[in-house]
């Protein structure tokens, strides 16, 4: 089963990317997302002591009116920096599935099957600024999926400014298994710091209130 999902998501990359892709679709077919097994490992956010949020596990857990980053009208393989108010940092590569990314999850784990998503490119830890602080019965997250076929860990820490608030983690599959790392009742959140040292990831459907 996941070869075959494999060869659908490397003959979609090569129609969008051409020989571009070529080196990537071969380290795709030996087991990650994004045409590449390279991994840039690094140090865990440090979360000791830190409160837990009030966790959001699925796309229908979220308050309603929360502010999306649209994806939709941007070229696979462009860098975005920042993009609906928000803003990523490090730089992130927009992708797509299945165009130039492997797999996701399906809902109602997702919100689609099919989203346009932001790649780390590398990176195991990324900071997500929102638009506006977070309100009292506000908001914030996305769904996130490992680069490669395996399940890892993520954490995310919301922040208030300088001042860290609270911390959420959960395990994603890079294997069709994308799952929702948000939180809510978060009120004066800022930021969020997400983090999956074990490897490079990519996020999607972010959201902010």
């Known amino acids: 089963m996941r070869n075959t999902k494999i060869l659908v998501a490397l003959g979609a990359a090569g129609a969008l990317a051409g020989a571009s892709l070529l080196g990537a679709t071969t380290a795709s077919a030996a087991g990650s997302n994004g045409g590449t097994a390279a991994v840039t490992h690094s140090a865990a956010v440090k979360v000791d002591g830190l409160k837990k949020c009030k966790q959001i596990m699925n796309p229908a857990d979220y308050p309603k009116k929360t502010k999306l980053v649209d994806l939709s009208g941007i070229a696979d393989f462009t860098p975005v920096s920042a993009q609906s108010g928000f803003t990523f940092s490090p730089t992130l590569e927009k992708r797509s599935v299945p165009g130039s990314w492997g797999t996701w999850g399906s809902p109602p784990d997702t919100e689609t099957a099919t989203p346009n998503i932001l790649y780390t490119n590398g990176a195991t830890s990324i900071d997500v600024t929102f638009p506006a602080a977070s309100k009292k019965k506000g908001g914030a997250g996305m769904e ?46 800022t930021s969020v710091t997400v983090s999956s040292p074990a490897g490079d990831f990519a996020i999607s459907a972010i959201r902010a209130k």
């Open 144 to 189: 996130v999926e490992p680069n490669l076929f395996q399940v890892q860990t993520f954490t995310a820490v919301y922040h208030a400014g300088a001042k860290d608030l609270c911390t959420i983690t959960r395990d994603a599959d890079g294997s069709n298994g994308a799952r929702v790392l948000a939180a809510k009742k978060i009120k004066g959140a």
